[in-house]
């Protein structure tokens, strides 16, 4: 009896050590850094104005809370909500906004705050997503877009050295 107690309670406590292993009960973030979503955002608005293009800037985290807003000197206010609407899609749905085109029209694409038009990325680094990054007033969104790469292009080797 007492080894049958004994080999039940090494089962027992075997099979709880697995599930412990399995399922953790936190997890660990890496999240983008204000100097990290500045270092972006300014990387953005430095590519457009190469161009000749004032645009505005939102970085946001990976929930697509905003980090970092920059407008240029004359871009238009309107820059700003849709570079953050377009950098909330980004992060969410983690993918470019460009990419999610043909949704545009379907119920999830009119939900309040999203817009799927070319501007929006995901930072992504080591296979996390980290945020999201969205420009909005050059002529096209493919000229955002390029732009928005720009400033993630600026920090992705620190960002993937990081990881």
Do not use: H
């Not at 080894?3 to 890496?30: D, H, N, Q, W, Y």
């Not at 979503?37 to 293009?53: D, M, T, V, Y």
């Not at 820059?79 to 969410?92: C, E, H, L, Y």
């Amino acid at each position: 009896m007492k080894r049958l107690m004994i080999t039940t309670a090494l089962v027992f406590g075997f099979s709880m050590g697995a599930i412990a292993e399995e399922a953790a009960p936190t997890v660990s973030l890496k999240r983008l850094s204000l100097e990290s979503a500045n270092q972006i955002a300014l990387g953005a608005i430095e590519a457009c104005r190469k161009k000749g293009i004032q645009i505005g800037v939102t970085v946001v985290d990976r929930d697509g809370t905003v980090q970092a807003v920059m407008r240029d000197t004359i871009a238009a206010q309107i820059t700003i909500p849709i570079s953050r609407m377009k950098a909330f899609t980004a992060a969410n749905f983690n993918a470019a906004t460009s990419a999610l085109k043909d949704r545009a029209d379907s119920p999830i694409g009119r939900i309040d705050g999203l817009v799927m038009s070319a501007g929006g990325l995901p930072v992504q680094a080591g296979g996390q997503l980290l945020g999201g990054v969205g420009v909005s007033g050059a002529p096209s969104g493919e000229t955002d877009e390029a732009c928005a790469q720009a400033g993630v292009d600026k920090i992705i080797d620190d960002l993937e050295m990081e990881m």
